[in-house]
């Protein structure tokens, strides 16, 4: 495929916009973070600072080219994903799209894989959080042209910098490729980001911004067996006062905005009203404390497709009114020079208030299923002490530790549906992590931890939905309802240097293991007349995953890059007569790798323009990823009789891949 890429920018004077430094501000000690420069460089991210995260230890994609992940063993809708503090469902498009919001429109990117400050609330697992530009100095823009898409961004200050407007957008039209290679598949995206931003004082600190923003994907064909849309919008009003080291920062917000899914079984969508207010609030030279409270509103509308035998979707995902209010405190002290402690504690409080079952619903449910509807109206509170620390051993080398408590409503498998069944508890999540951050010689950064991750009433499919077939697509088993016990824990190693530098790289290395305690239809059922409890292995633990990635600057403008990933294969149980049978997951699928490569040539003309052409390729190899191992005899989940397996002989399976794809690109970049 061809790529071509055209941008025209006018940077800000203080800075490239690859190479932003934040100054003024502490890091967070259980934060990894990584600038546009990482984010435009990494090979196979394409622009994507979602996609970058899976490049780090504790991070396993949920399969290939797909933006989601377990982190820690958290499922991917237990990822939070926030852009300036306001949270929305996902990052990224359906390959081959990149982010939702345009690298250039990027600051920074920080990723929490547990332990999350206390500001973020409602997220059972890792955490990523998007910070966008300043409002820009002078006039900038940016356009792009491909074979998979167009986009375009403009960026202009208004009255001497007193207010400025932004606008970007982009349009997917992969289906005039996809019409030459299968006639069956259809994918379309599109998304948009928009800002405008006032001072009502000129020169003053404070800041009135109205946010805009929105991303669709429709995806469909004989691939994935199924037709699939997202879509979401966000609009934000922000009042905000910048503070410094003696005078507060405060930050009001107004959000409105809307989640839709769609596919054949229904579509379901979830109406947003919200509003937050953030602050800190220098109390000494090394003292500082935060404070803030968020209230939202959720009106959460399923609509089932006529030729569903309902109301399994109307049961699980149900009608309903959603309220969640949360206030959190924290402290941030030095008490020592190369001592850092960040203290705080979070209150939630979920509440959901269902419409009336549809018609038969009740005795649909109680009879089919045998479990108990949920009522009307419930509530759930919750509180989540964190804490963090960093303390300094020697110069260059510090002590880094974690620990939270982090509470969310039911799940989906992946982001954006919420399931209805509050009644059944909240999740939790026990984070804890300590290790070693180094600076090293070179300007590189070390970081080793250990983690111990344990999650109570998780929403895991993977886990008590045997059969996983129809996970993404067809959620209407009841199986999807129940909970699980998980833990996950390990090592993680990484190594790295900017990728903007001559001579950049990344290393990441991962041992860990993940366990699920959970009832499972089917699974060690033998002369029990009942489900038992099973303590087994994750669908999605990997024992070992490995990073490798280098950009090298070879002279005359010329910088090359490739990417190396390998990861353990997935584990799954053997059957007898399609009968699960222990030990489970025993076994594993074949290994994954994948190759990723980035070549680019710039020619500079002055000190703000410059002009880059660029060929990338994602999985260059075109490696099948394995996705199971399927059994000659047909699955039976029902309860069994020992007599049923005995003296059977194991059924033998074979191994089936995901089909082999690569995506290559071509592309031209100008800035000035």
Same mark, same amino acid.
């Given at each position: 495929m061809l790529v071509l890429v055209l941008v025209l920018a006018s940077p800000p004077r203080t800075a490239r916009a690859d190479e932003v430094t934040v100054q003024g501000q502490r890091r967070d000690p259980g934060a990894t973070s990584f600038t546009p420069a990482d984010v435009r460089q990494m090979p196979g991210a394409f622009g994507d600072p979602a996609r970058v995260i899976e490049a780090l230890p504790g991070v396993i994609p949920l399969?290939?080219?797909?933006?989601?992940?377990?982190?820690?063993?958290?499922?991917p809708s237990n990822t939070g994903y926030f852009i300036d503090g306001m949270r929305v469902p996902l990052f990224s498009h359906a390959p081959p799209g990149g982010g939702v919001v345009t690298a250039s429109a990027i600051e920074s990117?920080?990723?929490?894989?547990?332990?999350?400050?206390?500001?973020?609330?409602?997220?059972?697992?890792?955490?990523?959080?998007?910070?966008?530009?300043?409002?820009s100095e002078r006039l900038r823009g940016e356009a792009r042209v491909s074979a998979y898409d167009s986009s375009a961004l403009v960026e202009a200050p208004i009255d001497d910098g007193r207010a400025s407007m932004l606008v970007s957008a982009r349009y997917g039209y992969t289906q005039l490729l996809l019409d030459l290679l299968d006639q069956t598949a259809k994918q379309a995206y599109w998304d948009?980001?928009?800002?405008?931003?006032?001072?009502?004082?000129?020169?003053g600190r404070d800041r009135l911004s109205v946010v805009a923003l929105g991303a669709s994907d429709a995806v469909s064909g004989s691939a994935i067996g199924a037709s699939v849309e997202t879509t979401f919008h966000r609009a934000e009003l922000r009042y905000e006062i910048a503070g410094s080291s003696r005078a507060p920062t405060v930050r009001l917000a107004l959000t409105t905005g809307v989640n839709a899914q769609s596919n054949e079984v229904g579509g379901v969508r979830d109406r947003i009203l919200g509003a937050r207010a953030d602050g800190a609030f220098p109390l000494a030279a090394d003292v500082s404390l935060g404070a803030g409270a968020s209230v939202t509103l959720e009106r959460y509308e399923v609509d089932v497709s006529s030729g569903v035998a309902a109301p399994d979707p109307e049961i699980l995902f149900a009608p309903r009114n959603d309220v969640s209010i949360g206030a959190y405190s924290n402290v941030l002290w030095r008490p020592a020079p190369g001592v850092d402690l960040d203290a705080g504690v979070r209150l939630g409080m979920f509440a959901t208030k269902r419409d009336a079952y549809p018609l038969g619903g009740y005795e649909f449910f109680t009879r089919t299923h045998g479990l108990v509807p949920p009522p009307g109206a419930v509530g759930k509170p919750a509180v989540d002490p964190r804490l963090t620390a960093r303390a300094r051993i020697v110069r260059g080398l510090s002590l880094v530790g974690a620990f939270g408590v982090a509470h969310s409503t039911p799940t989906f498998l992946l982001p954006g549906l919420a399931m209805s069944r509050l009644e059944d508890g909240l999740q939790t999540a026990v984070q804890s992590s300590i290790g070693f951050e180094a600076a090293l010689p070179g300007e590189i950064s070390a970081k080793v931890n250990g983690f111990l991750h344990d999650y109570l009433d998780l929403s895991d499919p993977t886990a008590t939905c045997p059969t996983s077939t129809d996970l993404?697509?067809?959620?209407?088993?009841a199986c999807f309802?129940?909970?699980?016990?998980?833990?996950?824990?390990?090592?993680?190693l990484l190594v790295r240097r900017s990728l903007g530098k001559r001579l950049g790289g990344w290393l990441s290395y991962t041992l860990s293991r993940s366990t699920r305690e959970t009832h499972a239809p089917g699974w060690a059922l033998l002369g029990h007349g009942q489900e038992q409890l099973?303590?087994?292995?994750?669908e999605w633990d990997r024992t070992h995953s490995l990073g490798l990635m280098a950009t090298y600057d070879l002279g005359i403008g010329w910088r090359a890059a490739a990417r190396f990933s390998y990861a353990t294969?997935?584990?799954?149980?053997?059957?007898? @007569?399609?009968?699960?049978?222990?030990?489970?997951?025993?076994?594993?699928?074949?290994?994954?790798?994948r190759v990723d490569l980035r070549l680019e040539k710039t020619w500079t003309i002055d000190a703000d323009r410059r002009l880059s052409f660029v060929i990338e390729g994602y999985n260059v190899t075109a490696f099948g990823e394995p996705s199971e191992c399927r059994p000659e005899h047909t699955l039976q989940l029902d309860p069994v009789p020992e007599s049923?397996?005995?003296?059977? @002989?194991?059924?033998?399976c074979t191994i089936h891949r995901a089909a082999p794809f690569t995506i290559p690109s071509v592309g031209l970049e100008g800035s000035f």
């Open positions: 399969g290939s080219a797909l933006p989601f992940y377990f982190v820690r063993g958290a499922t990117v920080d990723f929490y894989p547990g332990a999350a400050p206390a500001r973020f609330g409602g997220v059972g697992g890792a955490v990523l959080s998007l910070t966008t530009t300043p409002p948009y980001f928009t800002r405008a931003t006032f001072r009502p004082t000129r020169g993404v697509f067809d959620p209407t088993a309802a129940r909970r699980v016990r998980g833990r996950a824990y390990g090592a993680e099973a303590e087994v292995l994750s294969g997935r584990p799954y149980s053997h059957t007898v @007569q399609g009968v699960f049978v222990g030990p489970y997951s025993s076994d594993r699928l074949p290994d994954v790798h049923f397996l005995r003296n059977r @002989q194991v059924d033998a």
